[in-house]
Structure formats: C-alpha cells, structure tokens
C-alpha cells in the first residue's frame, strides 16, 4: 500500500465489538437520526407550506434544516450500516464522498449562522430599514454565498486530502472518514499542503466567528437600551435559538479540532465527533421550535 491509488478501502473505528453493543449502537443512532429527520423535515414543511413564515428568519431557517439533514445523513446511516452488517470497510470513493460532503455541509452550516446573527442585527439594530436590506433577492444571494463558501472550502480539501500519498495502513480512528484521521496515514511530509488549506479555512472561519461575537455585541448593546421589560424579552426570544445553536456548534468543533494532543483518546475522539456531528442535527430543530409561538403554530 504505497500510495492512495493502491487502497481500494478504508476501515473505519467500530463502536463496539460485541454483537450486543453492536445492535445497541444502531438503535441509539437509529433513534437519533429518525429524530433529526422528523425534526427538520417539520420545519422545511412548516416554513415552505404556511405563507406567515415566508419571512428572511424562517428563509434562513430552511436553509439550515435542510443542511442538518443532509449533514447527519452523510456519516450516521453508514455507521448504522456497518454495525448491522459487523463490518468495519468503507470504500475508497465512498470515503472521498463523505470527506467531500462532510466538509461541504459544516462549512456551509457555518456560513449560513454568520448569515443569520446578520440578519439578526438587522433586525434588532435596524429595524426600519429590514425589509429593503433583507429582501427576497439579498436574502438569497446569501444562503447561495453560504452553500458556495461549503462547496469551494470542500473541493480545496477533498482534493487536497486525496492527492496525498498514503502509506500508514487503512485504519481510520474515527467512526467516519475525517480529514485529521486520514493524514495520520500520510506519508511523513506530504501533508504541509493541506496545512496551507487549513490555514486558509482557519482564517475563513475566524473571520466568521469575529462577525458573529461582533454582531451579537451590537444586539446586546441595543435591546438592553429598550426602555420597555416586554420589548427587551422579545428581542432577547428572538435572538436565543441562534446564540444556543452557534455556541453548541462552535464550542463542540472548536473542541474537537483545537483540542491539546496530550487529552488526545480514540474514545475522547469518538464521544467529541458524535457531540459536533450528530447531536447538532437532531437538536436543533427543538432548540429553533421550542419557544417559537409562530412555528408551533404553522407546525
């Protein structure tokens, strides 16, 4: 296995090794992402179907629902997959495809969240002005903005990854084909490309966060100058979901990418990729619908 055209699979860290705990692995995931299923395609239906939400906050809303759902369906039913059959292998072009997709689908989720505190302030900071800059046609330059960001990020480090040779086995250390576990079998030096591409993802998505914690001071700034208690708790419901949303996804894949290699574990790895990979989709539709009288409504 000198290089990456010999592999023909890839064999990825298993949950369990007893049936038992096989099967206990696919009913957990099983009912995870039977919950994110039901939970985002609620609310792409509920958000398409009822005209009251036809709105930039419920436009932007869709959007990431239907990210979720592509995103949990890219690692969670293969997973599910090879706990059935008690199998390990994934294929050399099935993994491309999920590096591809993984990397495509958080970075567009990431973007479209810098979109939505955007919108946000707009709302809360500039209220007269919402409706001429966040009409229908600037509302959907952005989501586009946001989905192409994912796409152009994942060719950059998809094709990077697997240009790369490969001569340390086939053994990802992880229960999906990710990009830091897939160096690990590179061949000594040749992965100082792909830290250009890192580097250059790293100040994308610092720029991202910067906006967000800049927006969010801005919000903060303004309601606490709303005289009246009602005013302030509307703006502050408003706001919520977003900054549980945001910091749930930040704080579990800032985590999992910046964490100090000496707490470093195939188990601590495990538990933190199912925190930033799978718990997100399947929450955040409860999260956005919990406190929204409108959703429930349409809902």
């Not at 369906?73 to 293969?78: A, E, F, G, L, R």
């Amino acid at each position: 296995m000198s290089n990456g055209s010999a592999l023909n699979e890839f064999l990825l860290l298993a949950f369990a090794d007893t049936r038992e705990l096989q099967l206990l692995h696919f009913s957990l995931f099983l009912g995870i992402y039977l919950a994110a299923l039901l939970g985002n395609s609620l609310i792409i239906t509920a958000v398409a179907c009822d005209h009251r939400l036809h709105t930039p906050m419920y436009f932007f809303l869709l959007n990431l629902s239907l990210l979720d759902l592509s995103f949990i369906s890219t690692t969670v039913p293969k997973s599910m997959a090879n706990s059935l059959r008690n199998t390990r292998a994934i294929s050399y072009s099935g993994c491309a495809a999920q590096v591809f997709l993984f990397v495509f689908l958080i970075g567009g989720e990431y973007s479209l969240l810098t979109v939505m505190a955007y919108d946000r302030y707009v709302a809360i900071c500039k209220p007269l002005h919402y409706g001429t800059i966040m009409g229908s046609r600037a509302c959907a330059k952005m989501a586009a903005a946001a989905w192409a960001s994912g796409f152009l990020n994942s060719v950059l480090h998809t094709a990077n990854t697997f240009s790369i040779p490969l001569c340390q086995g086939n053994t990802v250390d992880q229960f999906f084909c990710e990009i830091p576990q897939i160096l690990k079998l590179s061949c000594s030096d040749s992965y100082l490309r792909e830290v250009v591409v890192i580097v250059f993802s790293a100040c994308l998505f610092s720029g991202c966060f910067v906006f967000i914690v800049l927006s969010y001071v801005q919000i903060f700034t303004a309601v606490l100058r709303i005289p009246s208690e009602q005013g302030r708790q509307k703006a502050f419901s408003m706001c919520l979901p977003h900054l549980v949303v945001v910091s749930l996804f930040f704080s579990t894949a800032f985590f999992a990418y910046l964490k100090p290699p000496s707490i470093s574990s195939p188990a601590l790895d495990l538990v933190v990729a199912v925190l930033y990979a799978v718990v997100p989709p399947a929450v955040n539709p409860l999260i956005y619908s919990m406190r929204n009288k409108e959703l429930k409504d349409a809902l």
